[in-house]
T-cell receptor, first 114, second 114 residues
Framework: EPEVTQTPSHQVTQMGQEVILRCVPI?????FYWYRQILGQKVEFLVS????????KSEIFDDQFSVERPDGSNFTLKIRSTKLEDSAMYFC????????????FGPGTRLLVL | QKEVEQNSGPLSVPEGAIASLNCTYS??????FFWYRQYSGKSPELIMS????GDKEDGRFTAQLNKASQYVSLLIRDSQPSDSATYLC??????????????FGTGTKLQVIP
């Protein structure tokens, strides 16, 4: 069964460093997403991406964040200068259609900022 | 601030019983609602979506929506120990301009006792 994969599974970084989280969406999916979940808190939508551009983003997704689909298979989330409060589980997801009914989540990357 | 509220639980039910999970939302114009299951340390998995007032059934799961009361519920019939997880309610706000920017609740932890 096709699945969304994410690397790395865990990442530890120092405050102020740049991190890139990587995702490989399901191959025939067209819509891509990033969410985050701070430990013990709710899942938060960050951004959705379609046709090589951001289609929606939340208030959390400020200038420190960027997304890219560099090679037609990977989908990346970059955090330019990490803060302690960026520590969270980051989930990538993809869907075949515009709505969420065909959406599948990846296993997540746990980011710890020290 | 648009909010989705859930009782954090845990909700404990015996195996074979009906589990009833509830969710309220503050944004009166929300149109789409989703229920996700999240096992501990894992990513969310979409199990139901509902858009219209009334009931929607899928196997052992029934979603109920009452827009006048701003209330969504999920019933799980014949609960199994494998249903033990956190159930996330999510609402899609009408004014997001798109179809992906959902707001999640904090989730209700369900424990099914064998």
């Amino acid at each position: 069964e096709p699945e969304v994969t994410q690397t790395p599974s865990h990442q530890v970084t120092q405050m102020g460093q740049e991190v890139i989280l990587r995702c490989v969406p399901i191959s025939n999916h067209l819509y891509f997403y990033w969410y985050r979940q701070i430990l013990g808190q709710k899942v938060e939508f960050l951004v959705s991406f379609y046709n090589n551009e951001i289609s929606e983003k939340s208030e959390i997704f400020d200038d420190q964040f960027s997304v890219e689909r560099p090679d037609g298979s990977n989908f990346t989330l970059k955090i330019r200068s990490t803060k302690l409060e960026d520590s969270a589980m980051y989930f990538c997801a993809s869907s075949k259609q515009r709505g969420l009914e065909t959406q599948y989540f990846g296993p997540g990357t746990r980011l710890l900022v020290l | 601030q648009k909010e989705v509220e859930q009782n954090s639980g845990p909700l404990s039910v015996p195996e074979g019983a009906i589990a009833s999970l509830n969710c309220t939302y503050s944004d009166r114009v929300s149109q789409s609602f989703f229920w996700y299951r999240q096992y501990s340390g894992k990513s969310p998995e979409l199990i139901m979506s509902i858009y219209s007032n009334g009931d929607k059934e899928d196997g052992r799961f029934t979603a109920q929506l009452n827009k006048a009361s701003q209330y969504v519920s999920l019933l799980i019939r014949d609960s199994q120990p494998s249903d033990s997880a956190t159930y996330l309610c999510a609402a899609h706000p009408e004014d997001s301009g798109g179809y992906q920017k959902v707001t999640f609740g904090t989730g209700t932890k369900l424990q099914v006792i064998p």
